[in-house]
């Protein structure tokens, strides 16, 4: 009976040696994974910057507003299509990023896609009063996102990972999107 107990215990510790020699997190960041969390970040920091000129403007200054709507709407569907590409292209970052990497690859691409079926229906709108809330209600009718949630899921899983939370605050873009800055 001891015996047997011993050697399962044995086995248990063998098997955890093994399956955390396999894991991703023991291995150096490679150049592939750093672009992968610069691709990430930087999908999402034009969108930023945009919505940050966006909110600056004067309410009284219709025609202002719709510019930096209209920037938002274009800054954002150019990034996330471009982020969508250079994440294809790279693949996932490591097996154990694979549903993260296909779910935030489905994410950018929809948002991208719907950013720019905006496009035309906020280029239509009249700057007026009613200016940002009709251009909400353009973008929520042109929204292709089917999982909105899967963007912060994203962010959750990368910030778990001690491997990839360390990347993510080496990487440039990141460190923006994360800071208040407007660069």
Not at 108 to 137: D, H
Request: glycine fraction near 6%; proline fraction near 6%; hydrophobic fraction near 40%.
């Amino acid at each position: 009976m001891v015996r047997s107990r011993l050697l399962a215990i044995a086995l248990a510790g063998a098997l955890a040696l093994t399956s955390a020699c396999g894991s991703d997190e023991d291995e150096p960041l490679t150049d592939s994974q750093a672009r992968w969390v610069d691709a990430f970040c930087g999908g999402l920091l034009p969108g930023k910057r945009a919505g940050q000129e966006l909110t600056a403007q004067d309410p009284a200054d219709p025609a202002a507003v719709k510019a930096a709507y209209l920037e938002l709407v274009t800054a954002n569907a150019a990034a996330l299509a471009d982020a969508e590409k250079k994440l294809t292209e790279l693949g996932p970052p490591s097996d154990e990023l694979e549903d993260v990497h296909e779910r935030l690859t489905k994410y950018v691409g929809e948002s991208a896609r719907s950013y720019a079926a905006a496009e035309a229906p906020v280029k239509a709108l009249e700057p007026n009063a009613q200016f940002w809330e009709n251009a909400e209600k353009a973008l929520a009718g042109t929204s292709q996102v089917s999982r909105p949630e899967d963007l912060r899921a994203t962010f959750d899983a990368l910030e778990k990972s001690p491997k990839y939370s360390a990347a993510m605050a080496k990487s440039k873009p990141c460190s923006e999107l994360q800071s208040g800055s407007r660069n």
